[in-house]
Nanobody, 121 residues
Framework: QVQLKESGGGLVQAGGSLRLSCAASGSIFSINPMGWYRQTPGKQRELVAIITTGGETDYADSVKGRFTISRDNAKNTVYLHMNSLKPEDTAVYYC???????????????WGQGTQVTVSS
């Protein structure tokens, strides 16, 4: 059974920081790259950051230099450290298998509830 549980969101002022966590079931975590995605009302879910099983990372241009993705393989947990937050980072954040292709990840069978991040100006 796939389990994805995101946590760590909240309300923060612009320029502030948050750390998101995602506890994933071993069946999804151990063999896949993992990604953080975000979605705002009326917009398509987008990939924010991705990390391979070996620890290589990549980021959307909009967050490069401000966000850091990491994973703890012993805990089946992936993190997203967010610094210098901007109001436009406000969204619900989700984790799942990492993929660059919306044609793939939008068809994933299972998503967790996500965690709300709100950045005030």
């Amino acid at each position: 059974q796939v389990q994805l549980k995101e946590s760590g969101g909240g309300l923060v002022q612009a320029g502030g920081s948050l750390r998101l966590s995602c506890a994933a079931s071993g069946s999804i975590f151990s063999i896949n790259p993992m990604g953080w995605y975000r979605q705002t009302p009326g917009k398509q879910r987008e990939l924010v950051a991705i990390i391979t099983t070996g620890g290589e990372t990549d980021y959307a241009d909009s967050v490069k230099g401000r966000f850091t993705i990491s994973r703890d393989n012993a805990k089946n947990t992936v993190y997203l450290h967010m610094n210098s937050l901007k109001p436009e980072d406000t969204a619900v954040y989700y984790c799942n298998k990492g993929s660059y292709y919306s044609g793939s990840y939008l068809k994933y069978d299972y998503w967790g509830q996500g965690t709300q991040v709100t950045v005030s100006s």
